[in-house]
């Protein structure tokens, strides 16, 4: 079970992290001038918000290794997706 449930841990995570930086994207159109900020501010969002989760889930995780790559690589793809779209190539 423990597997299973470090992989839906992070799948909760997965989802919060690309939730969050479709949100940060609409936003975006709003606050054009400020899309420095928005990257670096939802960049610091996420990693208190995925770190408090982690602490209060530290127990239960038996699998580490894949819990953490799942988080590095939605935390990498969701900020490169975000810089993509304020240069406009997105």
Do not use: P
């Not at 960049?43 to 770190?51: G, P, T």
């Not at 209060?56 to 590095?72: A, R, T, V, W």
């Amino acid at each position: 079970m423990g597997l299973s449930l470090d992989i839906a841990y992070g799948v909760c995570c997965v989802l919060f992290l690309i939730l969050f930086s479709k949100i940060i994207g609409k936003l975006f159109n709003a606050f054009k001038t400020h899309a420095f900020a928005l990257t670096y501010t939802s960049l610091f969002i996420k990693i208190i918000v995925v770190s408090t989760f982690t602490v209060l889930i530290k127990g239960q995780l038996e699998h580490k290794i894949i819990y953490g790559m799942l988080l590095l690589i939605v935390i990498m793809y969701s900020t490169v997706e975000l810089i993509l779209k304020f240069r406009g190539k997105n």
